[in-house]
């Protein structure tokens, strides 16, 4: 079975808090840092079994991740068995469809990240408290490269990302971790979300085994631009969660709320567009019956967070993004290429996938260039509706590895 005790507690369950700090960093001083690591960082680490009851939750909750140069740093040779995270996320700009760097956080285009810390919690002065004590405790063997605050929306908004929709709604359920599936999900191999459990085919160093490589993106959204009208069926839920396939013409409250409903549909209830167009968000990340069936091998666990202010009068008015906000993207998975880059590139990206009916609008990107898309006007859903503007803009990030907390007492700190 899977060890609990030994996995971070963002994988596999979320460390959904009102506020979340993700603070990247560079090692300064190796042997001190290797040291601090395990006797002023393991210490704070929330494990899976702690996130499983919200009494043994801690006030504050921390994970960590590294990045390849950070395993350089810290003179790990073993390779772990993923190129993506092996080269990192800066050699994937093109690859994901990111019109060039230009855009990119400076700081992810240069070579200083070596890991990141995720503190979790109810409040910013929780999280700031827990950073002045980490840090003062780690002295010069660490610098602050960067960080980027998340923080869940103000009600009655929270749990909804900017654009207004419910998210967190359909993660994978796992093996030998959820007990019941909720309607409409079967549980997926272990090894699609850890490195070394069953199910994973890559090759890994046992000291991996109960990790999983972290793909964070900083995306900015473009709020006030999006048109709104077609926004579900951009998504392929509405705002409240109510699957479009389910409900197509108009939003069911009652429905998106449902667990025990709003997953059950495969797309085969209705044939063309008149449900959920063919490359609607959900669709096109997670494409059901469209490949015959659900047990593809390209699951993610998502674990992402909003940034960024609410839009202002000022902004609404024009139509006009001035102050950026968007999504702390994060997700899970045992090989980055069958997990978020597969996702991003082989199916949003493409305007084939699967019914040739254009890239995903919500995160679709051909380097900048217009998108054709048809399905998203429901009064005509063989029309081309032309993007001119992508809504989801690539501010770059890192590809990291969360690895279990023995191998940060252990390989890691020794
Ligand atoms: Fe997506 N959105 O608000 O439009 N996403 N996503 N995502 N996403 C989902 O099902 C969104 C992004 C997936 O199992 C929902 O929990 C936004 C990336 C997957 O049915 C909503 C951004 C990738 C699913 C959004 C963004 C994915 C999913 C519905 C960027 C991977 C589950 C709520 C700013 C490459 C599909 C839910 C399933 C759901 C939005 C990014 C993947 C509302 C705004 C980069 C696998």
């Known amino acids: 079975g899977l060890n609990l005790d030994d996995i971070q507690g963002d994988i596999l369950i979320g460390m959904k808090k009102m506020k979340e700090l993700f603070y990247f960093f560079g090692i300064a001083d190796v042997a001190s840092f290797k040291t601090k690591l395990a006797t002023d960082i393991l210490p704070l680490i929330t494990t899976t079994t702690q996130m499983l009851d919200n009494s043994t939750q801690p006030i ?36 994901l469809g990111d019109p060039g760097t230009t855009n990119w956080v400076p700081e992810f285009t240069g070579t200083g990240i070596h ?94 085994k109960g990790g999983s490589f972290l793909v964070f993106r900083q995306l900015k959204q473009l709020v006030p631009e999006v048109r709104t009208s077609f926004g579900a069926r951009m998504v392929g839920r509405w705002k409240s969660g109510a699957p479009v396939e389910l409900s197509p013409l108009f939003d069911d409250p009652v429905l998106g709320a449902d667990r025990s409903r709003n997953n059950d549909f495969t797309f085969a209830e209705t044939t063309d567009q008149s449900g959920c167009p063919f490359g609607a968000h959900i669709r096109k990340t997670r494409p059901r019956i469209d490949l015959g069936t659900d047990d593809t091998g390209r699951h993610i666990m998502r674990a992402g967070i909003p940034y960024g202010p609410e839009v202002s009068t000022d902004e609404a008015t024009e139509n006009t993004t001035s102050t950026e906000r968007g999504l702390a993207f994060v997700s899970y998975q045992s090989t980055i290429g069958n997990g978020f880059k597969f996702l991003q590139q082989t199916w ?49 990030g890192e590809y990291f590895f969360s690895p279990p907390l023995s191998a940060i007492s252990g390989k890691l700190s020794i």
């Open 60 to 95: 504050t909750l921390l994970n960590i991740a590294f990045s390849q140069r950070g395993l350089d740093a810290l003179n790990v040779s073993d390779s772990l068995g993923d190129s993506d995270f092996f080269n990192g996320q800066f050699e994937d700009a093109q690859n």
């Open 115 to 208: 890991g990141v810390l995720l503190f979790a919690s109810d409040t910013v002065v929780n999280i700031n408290d827990a950073v002045s004590s980490l840090e003062s405790a780690m002295g010069n063997s660490m610098t602050k490269v960067y960080s980027l605050s998340g923080a869940a929306r103000p009600a009655p908004n929270a749990g909804h990302e900017h654009f207004g929709f419910l998210d967190g709604i359909s993660n994978p359920p796992v093996n030998g971790f959820t007990p019941s599936p909720l309607a409409g999900q079967s549980n997926v191999s272990a090894g699609e979300i850890l490195v070394g459990e069953d199910g994973d085919f890559g090759t890994r160093p046992d000291w991996a």
């Open 348 to 396: 949003a990206n493409s305007q084939f996938f699967a019914h040739g009916q254009g890239p995903d609008p919500i995160i679709g990107a051909l380097a900048g260039a217009e998108r054709d898309i048809t399905g998203l006007d429901p009064t005509d859903t063989t029309k081309t509706t032309k993007l001119t503007t992508d809504f989801v803009v690539s501010r770059g």
